[in-house]
């Protein structure tokens, strides 16, 4: 069926099919698209007429802009450049706990280049010339151009504490200088130069290391932070926030418009300082009277020390010096590579004896005798011995399968003595024979000594809040197994405990971890932090004192869980040490108006010096107490490198300290050679 449809259908399609009254009838034009008829033609004409016209016009406006006004459009995009304007904070002032300025701004003149703004072609010979300008090293600042190329929105400081000649020079030459830019900024001012510099530390341009752990933070390339000291540790309340504006710059850089600011810059708060500036310039006198009469007693290799002053009720530091040290301005305005070069070079840094070191809490000596409260009170809190059992002092005592010799200081010396007894005349025999006690429990009291030590604050950081700390050094049998390769190093023989009571070889303890084991003898107990900073304040209103915004109150004291009867067998003989007519340091404290308690340490250590074989020892002076002996305000540790007997120099220096706090001076005294 359905081919026969198919064939109809072909059959029909050659047939004409009749009109239909359903469509319109056909239309010629349509038949014939393709052909134009003289109407399109006229439309065609004029729309390409007026396309051509459209386009012309268009044409001849480039052209005019480009050719005949192209200079003038140059120019003036040029001159509308945009340029955001960082505007630096005044870093806030760091005062005593008196409210004295220790550190505060004044103006400066410093340049900067903004590596966006100089030429492509041409740009070292600038840089060339603006170092010969500033007198700065052209490879330097040729190698922080190059390291800006990425970041053309960050300017490079130049220099900073430009003076007027260097700046009237480059203003009357700014056409030779495209990019360069003079600011006015804020400049670091230490009323006292080299006091305290240690503890204040120092500003300087952010590094490219820092900048990449306190991005987050808010800091930006090209910002001055705290590098050390108070000014590092407390960074972030002293640089206040920087303000911004807008200027608009010609091409080299020039301003053409008058600045706009957009957000006020706010200084930095004020910080004070536990510190008190009198007896902080009393305490670095005292420094150097130490060394001095090191000198005097044929000590020629003293050159240096530090001394510790805190309060023992809360551990506020009341004076921290360390020598030699350096002057932090040098760090300020025009920096003199010869002054920079011992607190940076490693080899100038030695031979001016580390002036950067801060000795007060990075340095490590051994304790000596100081270290003798350290192991009695182990030695009772473990009853290896009791305080008023009597225990010989001899000239000589002999420990080991060996028979290792052991010598007193005193060769004179040979009855019974009491714990305060053998304090006060720090008989080293006495606490031979406890370290022995020790060793001969076995491998567990081989380190009670190390881990009441631990509880009293040595071997790790006391958690100063201005940092840099070393925390010592805590010899255990575990430590020698580590450290050591030999057989016979690695062990822990007889001796290792034998020195250690008596704070020698391994050993190695801070002055500061000492002057806070002494507050503790002195508050009764009780374990403090030590801290620097007492609060930020802010300034009041016109004649108001300043607000305080945030203060740190002292760490809460911690219990050293000392028996009571223990301690206070231990201060009585730190009493008899400076009362009693055998005591080591009596010759210096006797007499004086106010008590004091307190012990010397003469300890050895190996000192490499010109003309000395490798291994030979220097002995460094010790005296750590507090004042009064009963109800105590202030400890003060003093140890002078290299200075000999503890009697002899740093008792004295210490006593300085003490004169100036009390304001009470000491009688003459007669210096004896004494442990």
């Not at 506020?316 to 590579?337: E, F, H, N, Q």
């Not at 006391?462 to 016979?488: A, V």
């Not at 002996?629 to 503890?646: F, K, M, P, R, Y």
């Amino acid at each position: 069926m359905r081919s026969k449809s198919l064939s109809r259908s072909d059959g029909a399609y050659h047939e004409r099919r009749s009109p239909s009254g359903r469509f319109l009838p056909p239309d010629p034009r349509v038949r014939e698209p393709h052909r134009l008829t003289p109407q399109l033609a006229l439309r065609v004409g004029i729309l390409g007429a007026v396309a051509l016209f459209v386009f012309a016009i268009l044409f001849l406006r480039l052209w005019s802009l480009q050719v005949l006004s192209g200079d003038e459009y140059l120019n003036a995009a040029q001159n509308n450049q945009l340029r955001l304007v960082k505007v630096e904070a005044p870093r806030g002032p760091i005062l005593d706990r008196y409210g004295r300025v220790i550190v505060s701004n004044v103006a400066g003149t410093a340049v900067e280049l903004w590596v966006g703004d100089m030429p492509r072609e041409g740009r070292y010979e600038v840089v060339q010339r603006l170092a010969g300008v500033l007198d700065v090293s052209p490879v330097e600042l040729a190698r922080e151009v190059d390291e800006r190329r990425g970041d053309p929105l960050t300017p490079i400081v130049v220099k900073t504490s430009v003076g007027e000649d260097q700046v009237n020079y480059l203003y009357e030459h700014q056409a030779e200088f495209p990019g360069v830019e003079i600011v006015q900024i804020y400049l670091r001012d230490y009323a006292y130069n080299a006091l305290a510099a240690h503890i204040l530390g120092y500003v300087g341009e952010i590094s490219p290391e820092e900048l990449k752990r306190l991005r987050r933070d808010g800091y930006r390339g090209g910002d001055r932070i705290g590098k050390a000291g108070v000014e590092s540790a407390f960074d972030s309340y002293l640089r206040g926030r920087a303000g911004l504006g807008q200027i608009r710059v010609d091409s080299l850089g020039r301003p053409v418009s008058r600045y706009e600011p957009r957000q006020e810059a706010r200084p930095g708060y004020a910080l004070r300082l536990t510190l008190d500036v009198r007896l902080q310039r009393a305490a670095e006198e005292a420094l150097r009277y130490g060394i001095d009469v090191a000198h005097q007693n044929d000590n020629w290799a003293a050159n240096g020390g530090a001394i510790v002053a805190l309060d023992p009720r809360d551990g506020a530091i009341l004076a921290m010096a360390s020598s030699p040290t350096y002057k932090p301005s040098v760090y300020v305005g025009r920096v003199d590579p010869e002054k920079l070069e011992p607190l940076l070079d490693e080899d100038a840094a030695r031979r001016a004896n580390h002036p950067g070191l801060n000795r007060a809490v990075a340095g490590l000596y051994p304790p000596g005798s100081t270290w003798k409260p350290v192991t009695a009170l182990a030695g009772m809190q473990e009853h290896v011995f009791s305080a008023y059992d009597s225990l010989q002092c001899s000239p000589v005592a002999y420990y080991g399968l060996d028979r290792q010799r052991f010598q007193n200081w005193n060769p004179f010396v040979n009855r019974p003595m009491t714990l305060p007894e053998a304090l006060a005349e720090s008989c080293d025999t006495y606490f031979y024979e406890i370290g022995n006690r020790f060793y001969e429990r076995g491998s567990e009291g081989r380190i009670r000594i190390q881990q009441w030590a631990r509880r009293f604050g040595f071997g790790g950081a006391t958690e100063l809040d201005i940092g840099g700390e070393n925390e010592g050094l805590l010899p255990t049998p575990e430590w020698r197994k580590k450290t050591f390769s030999s057989d016979w190093d690695r062990a822990w023989n007889p001796g290792d405990s034998i020195q250690l009571a008596i704070g020698q070889k391994d050993l190695l303890v801070t002055p500061l971890q000492l002057a806070t084991f002494y507050a503790m003898l002195a508050n009764g107990g009780s374990i403090v932090t030590p801290y620097v900073v007492a609060d930020v304040e802010q300034p009041g209103g016109k004649g108001s004192p300043r607000v305080v915004l945030r203060r740190f109150a002292p760490r809460p004291l911690r219990p050293s869980h000392v028996d009571p009867g223990a301690l206070a067998a231990v201060r009585d003989g730190l009493y008899l040490a400076t009362h009693s007519s055998s005591g080591t340091s009596s010759g210096v404290f006797a007499s004086y108006e106010i008590p004091i308690s307190g012990k010397t340490g003469t300890a050895e250590k190996v000192v490499p010096l010109p003309g000395y074989p490798s291994d030979h020892l220097e002995d460094q002076s010790w005296w750590c107490g507090w004042g009064p002996s009963d109800e105590a305000e202030i400890v003060v540790c003093a140890l002078i490198e290299n200075g000999g007997h503890g009697s002899t120099a740093a008792a004295p220096a210490a006593l300085r300290v003490f004169e100036k706090y009390f304001g009470r001076k000491a009688p003459p005294s007669v210096l004896v050679s004494t442990d």
